[in-house]
């Protein structure tokens, strides 16, 4: 991936988020969004995307990245996808997106590497690594996604600052590849 393209991506994941945040204000937005937090079908759904995606990149490992265990880490971690079905299902959706924002991360964070000679890469690198931190964070205590939706519910002056600093700076990033690059 072109790193003009991984900017315009989260750029527009940006965005998204931002929109997502003025058009569920409400206190039904709440309620349903809370149930989607322990909805097993789209738990299900993203647990199978984030597995397969994972168990994909175990399968491509290289000799340096310990590519002559591969058949072994693909079974371990294939036990490991099946057992958190089974055995962590609450919010397991979280968990999964967690794993897959991880993923996409990579492919951001790797479309940047090499591009020192050009500074705006910051712009987008930055907000991917904050990503990352909350991502880690969310995966290790996916309550507290509940807790964040209950907390912008309390305050809608602040989930318009973020909806408007989410849109703003997705605006900005598909501007920086015509900009910068």
């Known amino acids: 991936m072109s790193m003009t393209l991984a900017t315009i991506l989260f750029g527009v ?82 968990r999964a997106l967690s794993a897959i924002y991880m993923l996409a991360a990579w492919w951001f964070l790797g479309a940047a590497f090499g591009h020192y000679d050009t500074p705006a890469r910051l712009f987008m690198v930055t907000p991917v690594y904050i990503g990352l931190v909350f991502a880690l964070y969310f995966a290790a205590a996916p309550y507290r996604v509940r807790d964040l939706m209950e907390w912008f519910a309390e305050r809608p002056l602040a989930q318009k600052i973020f909806g408007t600093t989410f849109c703003a700076y997705g605006t900005w990033l598909l501007l920086v590849p015509a900009l910068f690059y």
């Open 13 to 94: 994941l940006l965005l998204c988020k931002g929109a997502g945040m003025f058009m569920f204000r409400s206190a039904d937005a709440l309620a349903k969004g809370k149930a989607l937090l322990r909805n097993r079908k789209l738990d299900t759904v993203l647990h199978l995307v984030a597995s397969a995606w994972f168990l994909y990149v175990v399968s491509q490992l290289g000799q340096a990245d310990f590519g002559d265990y591969k058949a072994f880490l693909f079974i371990g971690f294939l036990a490991v996808c099946v057992g958190a079905w089974f055995y962590v299902p609450d919010f397991l959706g979280v």
